[in-house]
């Protein structure tokens, strides 16, 4: 019980700081947009800032089956330790980089390198840190063991949330765009320091050790499992480009778009993100039991149907925001405390981590990475109703492959090298 609760807490734990990392960018774009592109338009600096975070997720993919191969091949525990190593090193290159008046050009190259860097790791450590829970969970608790990964994101994005509360209220709005900034990079980069310690202390898991059979090509045996790379890319579109809107833009949106203030919408984020971490596991618990596709199809019609409603209620407002906030994620905690378990149950034990992380990182490099940059343009052009239809049409493919799929809740992890088509699924 000790080993299996120091495996929780080192897994999610790395996964908290790799979504604070990630998280903390896009929180103070605003604020150094002007330090790393020239400042004579703020609306152009900071659409770069925010191309710079999109261009992130360009190499997700890359990382995605870099890494799941490497989780396949060597095992989970070397993936996870080599993907917080270099997402931390990153954060910690971005809080020393020079600023554009002092190098130029340089500064905006070194930090588009550094977060190009971090999408290859933030790709593997998703995929890779579901299958380590899942496959080391009891089989009636995956769908609940899966989702403490979501926790530990919220947790991280509660933890960059907060550090931008404490930042805003300690530093002038000056001080900050002039160097205080670097303040949450530096800590991100220091915690991640210390969850590479936890990590290293990480067993394998016995899936991997016990049942471990190499295919004699990954991709025959993905392309074999095609249904369970369309599953794993369907669940994502659909919960990457509501994560990164909801969760992560729209606080910014509503200084934007509306003139709240940003503390008034840093501290609603941050109760809505308590919301949020109670509903996920709950939503788990209860997908152990009464199975996962219920909850997909929950999710799909929710945005398909309140997407235009909540948009109106974010206004100038402190109440509206929070209100718009808390119910999207509760309607986004129905995807998520259920879609870790099934990306894990689609697939064999001897290509999970690549099946995993591929679909998933490409998915969420394609609607997720761009949420943030495709809002604001259309915002900027007046066109934001735009981007509500958007997300309605995507959330409507998650909704049908909800519809399609089979329920997996029953399914073994020791199957053999067919994925869903065992049973002709």
């Keep these: 019980m000790k080993r299996k609760i120091h495996e929780l807490l080192a897994v999610n734990f790395g996964s908290m700081l790799e979504w604070y990392d990630w998280t903390i960018y896009t929180l103070f774009a605003p604020y150094f947009a002007a330090r790393f592109f020239p400042a004579s338009d703020p609306a152009a600096a900071l659409l770069a800032a925010l191309a710079v975070f999109a261009a992130g997720f360009l190499t997700r993919p890359l990382g995605g089956f870099v890494f799941g191969f490497y989780a396949d091949r060597v095992g989970r525990k070397q993936s996870l ?21 002092s190098i130029g050009i340089l500064a905006s190259s070194v930090l588009l390198a550094a977060r190009l860097a971090q999408g290859i790791a933030h790709g593997g450590e998703m995929g890779t840190s579901v299958t380590y829970l ?32 404490v930042i805003n ?12 900034w670097r303040i949450p990079f530096a800590l991100g980069g220091l915690l991640g320091l210390y969850g590479l310690y936890l990590r290293r202390r990480l067993t394998e898991t016995d899936a991997f050790t016990t ?12 392309l074999r499992n095609w249904r369970g790379v369309a599953v794993v890319f369907g669940l994502s579109a659909g ?7 909801w969760l992560i833009y729209t606080p910014i949106y509503a200084q934007l778009a509306h003139g709240l203030n940003a503390r008034s919408a840093l501290t609603a984020s941050l109760m809505a993100q308590c919301v949020f971490l109670v509903a996920i596991p709950v939503v788990g618990w209860l ?6 596709r219920v909850f997909i199809i929950v999710f799909g019609l929710g945005f398909m149907t309140l997407t235009f409603p909540l948009d109106r209620l974010i206004d100038n407002t402190f109440g509206g925001l929070l209100t718009a906030l808390s119910l999207a994620l509760m309607v986004l905690a129905a995807l998520f405390g259920v879609n870790t378990a099934v990306w894990a149950e689609v697939f064999p034990t001897s290509i999970r981590a690549t099946g995993v992380s ?9 609607f997720g990475g761009t949420a943030p940059y495709v809002n604001t343009y259309l915002f900027k052009a007046g066109h934001h109703s735009w981007f509500l239809y958007y997300l309605v049409a995507v959330s409507s493919v998650t909704f049908l492959t909800g519809l399609l799929i089979p329920e997996t809740r ?4 020791d199957r053999a090298d067919t994925g869903l088509l065992r049973n002709g699924s």
Excluded: C
Excluded at 169 to 174: C, G, L, M, Y
């Design 134 to 165: 899942v496959e080391q969970a009891p089989q009636n608790r995956r769908a609940l063991a899966g989702s403490t990964t979501w926790v530990s994101v919220v947790f991280g994005t509660i933890l960059a949330t907060t550090t931008g509360l």
């Design 410 to 413: 029953d399914l073994a992890l």
């Design 239 to 245: 919960g990457s480009i509501m994560f990164y809107t």
């Design 211 to 222: 049942q471990h059979r190499q295919p004699d090509s990954k991709v025959a045996a993905l």
């Design 81 to 101: 330790t080599l993907a917080i190593f270099i997402t931390a090193g990153g954060s910690l290159l971005i809080a020393v980089i020079p600023v554009f008046d």
């Design 287 to 292: 997908a152990d039991t009464f199975g996962r």
């Design 169 to 180: 209220d300690t530093f002038s709005r000056a001080a900050i765009g002039a160097w205080a």
């Design 358 to 366: 591929g679909p998933l990182s490409l998915a969420t490099a394609i």
